[in-house]
């Protein structure tokens, strides 16, 4: 007996939902309605005769089938989109090198993956450093593109996104309550959002300590989640183990807001890059976290 072929459009919509997070998103970047791509999904579901998404009232995500399925499905979409660019005679190729923050580079494994699929035949490099560093990177041009963070009134760069600095303790935690306020920043000079923090604090002679110090959020973030220190973050890095503070309830003063930009290489201009730096555009203004 033939076995029955699986819809690639269907599969395209599966990997699209669970990449965004939601079907609004995924319609949105598919081009469908939100019904369309419901049905599409539940065509695949019913093809293959399992559930591949398990939705919650706060969010969804694959289940234990879908997250197998989901490597396939990559995959076939890859395989899909080389035979076609290697038939067609215009697959975008080459290299491309992008910068991240070591904080951003945990948001962004689906977009990257997004790429990956669309254009197989182009060879990605992914360096991890600080912000300013990132941006002379990209000035020498060392590097094709970065994203990073920069203060509002601060020039250059395309802004992709503005959001307010906030602040952050573990569920529950009274770290905020103590005093001197016991803070897990990034080292001195290194990170507006420390700037912006201890500045705010200075401004309304609130005692604050350094209590805990990396140049890595995810370090920073495991005195928090352990409720020995407040943390200063964007929305985009807070997540279930973290809670986002009410300055005015919790006594601590408003932060400023900070800009996500793009800053290009002006000498090294490539279709690769190109097609990497349209996909992450669309991706962060349109989506809560960097995936």
Same mark, same amino acid.
């Given at each position: 007996?033939?076995?029955?072929?699986?819809?690639?459009?269907?599969?395209?919509?599966?990997?699209?939902? +669970?990449?965004?997070?939601?079907?609004?998103? /995924?319609?949105?970047?598919?081009?469908?309605?939100?019904?369309?791509?419901?049905?599409?999904?539940?065509?695949?579901?019913?093809?293959?005769?399992? /559930?591949?998404?398990?939705?919650?009232?706060?969010?969804?995500?694959?289940?234990? %089938?879908?997250?197998?399925?989901?490597?396939?499905?990559?995959?076939?979409?890859?395989?899909?989109?080389?035979?076609? &660019?290697?038939?067609? &005679?215009?697959? +975008?190729?080459?290299?491309?090198?992008?910068?991240?923050? %070591?904080?951003?580079?945990?948001?962004?494994?689906?977009?990257?993956?997004?790429?990956?699929?669309?254009?197989?035949?182009?060879?990605?490099? +992914?360096?991890?450093?600080?912000?300013?560093?990132?941006?002379?990177?990209?000035? %020498?041009?060392?590097?094709?593109?970065?994203?990073?963070?920069?203060?509002?009134?601060?020039?250059?760069?395309?802004?992709?996104?503005?959001?307010?600095?906030?602040?952050?303790?573990?569920?529950?935690?009274?770290?905020?309550?103590?005093?001197?306020?016991?803070?897990?920043?990034?080292?001195?000079?290194?990170?507006?959002?420390? %700037?912006?923090?201890?500045?705010?604090?200075?401004?309304? &002679?609130?005692?604050?300590?350094?209590?805990?110090?990396?140049?890595?959020?995810?370090?920073?973030?495991?005195?928090?989640?352990?409720?020995?220190?407040?943390?200063?973050?964007?929305?985009?890095? +807070?997540?279930?183990?973290?809670?986002?503070?009410?300055?005015?309830? /919790?006594?601590?003063?408003?932060?400023?807001?900070?800009?996500?930009?793009?800053?290009?290489?002006?000498?090294?201009?490539?279709? /690769?890059?190109?097609?990497?730096?349209?996909?992450?555009?669309?991706?962060?203004?349109?989506?809560?976290?960097?995936?």
């Amino acid at each position: 007996m033939r076995t029955p072929v699986l819809d690639l459009n269907a599969m395209q919509s599966f990997v699209a939902i +669970v990449d965004s997070g939601s079907f609004t998103v /995924a319609a949105q970047q598919m081009n469908y309605s939100q019904s369309a791509i419901s049905m599409q999904l539940q065509r695949l579901e019913a093809a293959l005769g399992v /559930a591949l998404i398990s939705r919650t009232s706060r969010h969804l995500e694959p289940t234990r %089938a879908g997250r197998e399925a989901l490597g396939y499905a990559r995959e076939m979409l890859r395989l899909n989109s080389e035979l076609r &660019g290697r038939l067609a &005679g215009n697959a +975008v190729a080459g290299k491309v090198r992008l910068g991240l923050p %070591a904080d951003f580079a945990l948001y962004m494994p689906e977009t990257l993956a997004s790429f990956a699929e669309r254009h197989p035949q182009v060879e990605m490099e +992914v360096r991890s450093e600080l912000s300013d560093t990132l941006v002379e990177q990209v000035k %020498a041009g060392a590097i094709d593109m970065a994203i990073v963070t920069r203060e509002s009134g601060v020039a250059g760069g395309r802004q992709l996104r503005r959001e307010p600095l906030v602040w952050a303790v573990a569920p529950g935690s009274a770290a905020h309550l103590r005093r001197p306020l016991p803070l897990a920043l990034w080292p001195q000079g290194i990170c507006a959002f420390r %700037a912006a923090a201890t500045e705010a604090l200075d401004r309304v &002679g609130l005692p604050w300590r350094s209590a805990y110090e990396s140049q890595a959020f995810g370090a920073l973030r495991v005195a928090v989640v352990a409720g020995l220190a407040v943390t200063v973050a964007i929305p985009s890095m +807070v997540d279930s183990e973290l809670e986002i503070l009410d300055p005015r309830q /919790a006594g601590l003063p408003e932060l400023p807001s900070i800009d996500i930009r793009l800053f290009r290489s002006e000498g090294r201009a490539n279709r /690769a890059a190109s097609s990497l730096a349209e996909l992450i555009v669309d991706r962060v203004r349109k989506q809560r976290q960097f995936r």
